[in-house]
């Protein structure tokens, strides 16, 4: 690269704070929001340190962290989305299918690769593309494909700018600059639907997030999602600033080792719809705020374990969207995952968790690796999981959807198509996880004159 290009991260900086301060001045409660998950972070850090909270080195990272999420309609859009985040260093890591959900859509998460870059900025945008073939009126699903062929969600100002991006092998700092203005376009609401009523209602009746993806001119930024160091407490705490969660946190139970990923959200809003046909003006509900929490990332191992003590959760009590059920889904996760180690040195010792390992405070003595961490010689620090969860991310959209009845659909995975849509293989999110504990294991034993683990 160029000394006169902006970096990759320093763009997706300015799209990320471009992209925030649009869907504040676009959903007010967003910003309530983010005061309340400061607040938060404050008092913890304060309180308990980064450390304990597991987010050790991160402080300034989390104070700008951000996950978005979109949906596309077609192959085209999400190849051309692809291009755009490739931009911004943001690459598509992880195959997610909804449809295990009930969600006609499948998905992947654009977001850095490397450390580094997921040092310096975080964001993330989950994507999703829309299932038409799992419309089963044959009908409808041809509408909404004429729909969708008629429509270009990126400004041609935007267009010209990857090509020159992609030429080049950058942008430099105008070009950057004209570049987020442009690409923060396709992401704006647009409350004039591009269909007639009939069609809307038909598609809403289908699946609403259907209707969501079809009839509007582009993928609105449906939600923005701070990282809190404490989800329960923000959940406590939103109804005295004004905001109503969701009735449940989505994901694993609170625990003293946080894993994986947990989630909230406050409810949708009801925004005034206009249509085509100057039908009577309708409300569409699909926008809405998030938090979230993320704790250590999981091994196979420790994968295949968290998704066995859901599944059984799942057998046992499903989350009622009113919420009538909260706290009896809440005793029973707690209770099936009292199955899964809660310490870091049982998860690490167990193989269920991947952990940073690096040079401590104590002199090395011998070479055995369970024997350096235990003197202190070696330190095990947690490596955040950046990514998602396909059951928690279908338990948010669903609950913030509506609660009109809807088709139901089985699950049905289809990699290989997502993928010929994208353009690209997505990378394996447990494999960079894998690399980045061996890497720095090797680093650290290296640093500690021993060279390969023993």
């Known amino acids: 690269m160029t000394a006169n290009f902006s970096s990759p991260s320093q763009i997706r900086a300015q799209f990320s704070r471009a992209m925030s301060d649009m869907y504040r001045a676009e959903v007010p409660q967003y910003g309530t929001l983010m005061a309340l998950v400061a607040d938060v972070n404050a008092d913890v850090l304060a309180r308990v340190g980064a450390a304990a909270a597991g987010a050790a080195g991160q402080e300034s990272r989390i104070e700008v962290e951000r996950h978005g999420a979109i949906r596309v309609g077609t192959p085209e859009e999400l190849a051309t989305i692809r291009r755009l985040f490739a931009v911004m260093g943001m690459f598509p890591v992880g195959y997610y299918d909804l449809s295990v959900a009930g969600v006609p859509v499948h998905s992947t998460a654009f977001r850095p690769l490397d450390v580094a870059g997921l040092a310096e900025n975080p964001f993330r945008v989950f994507t999703s593309l829309l299932r038409l073939d799992l419309i ?7 509408a909404a494909a004429a729909v969708l062929a008629t429509r270009s969600i990126f400004t041609p100002g935007c267009l010209e700018l ?66 809190t160091l404490d989800i329960d407490l923000v959940q406590a705490q939103m109804p005295a600033r004004g905001i109503q969660p969701k009735a449940v946190v989505e994901g694993p139970p609170t625990r003293r080792c946080p894993i994986l990923l947990r989630q909230t959200s406050f409810l949708a809003l009801s925004e005034p719809v206009t249509f085509r046909d100057g039908g009577e003006a309708g409300t569409h509900t699909a926008r809405f705020g998030e938090i979230e929490q993320r704790g250590v990332a999981l091994t196979p191992k420790g994968r295949q374990l968290y998704d066995q003590l859901l599944a059984e959760v799942r057998k046992t009590i499903s989350p009622a969207g009113d919420g009538s059920n909260a706290d009896a889904y809440r005793t029973v996760l707690s209770e099936v995952f009292a199955a899964f180690p809660d310490t870091h040195e049982g998860l690490r010792q167990q193989g269920l968790a991947y952990y940073r390992i690096v040079v401590g405070n104590k002199a090395a003595d011998g070479s ?87």
Do not use: M
Not at 136 to 142: F, G, I, N, T
């Open 136 to 142: 089963e009126d044959a009908a409808l699903r041809d």
């Open 368 to 454: 055995d690796v369970e024997a350096l961490l235990a003197s202190g010689a070696l330190v095990a620090q947690p490596i955040t999981y950046e990514d998602f969860l396909p059951v928690s991310a279908a338990g948010i959209f669903q609950s913030n959807l509506g609660d009109e009845r809807r088709d139901d659909l089985e699950a049905s995975p289809n990699r290989a198509a997502f993928e010929a849509a994208l353009g690209a293989a997505v990378s394996d999110e447990l494999a960079l996880y894998a690399t980045e504990q061996e890497a720095s294991l090797k680093a650290a034993l290296r640093t500690l004159g021993i060279g390969e683990a023993a």
């Open 162 to 227: 990857i090509a020159r991006a992609e030429a080049q092998g950058g942008l430099d700092d105008a070009d950057a600059a004209r570049f987020v203005s442009e690409a923060l376009e396709t992401f704006r609401w647009h409350g004039k639907s591009t269909v007639d009523a009939g069609l809307y209602w038909k598609l809403r009746k289908t699946h609403p997030l259907i209707a969501d993806i079809v009839c509007f001119p582009g993928p609105h930024i449906n939600h923005l999602t701070p990282r």
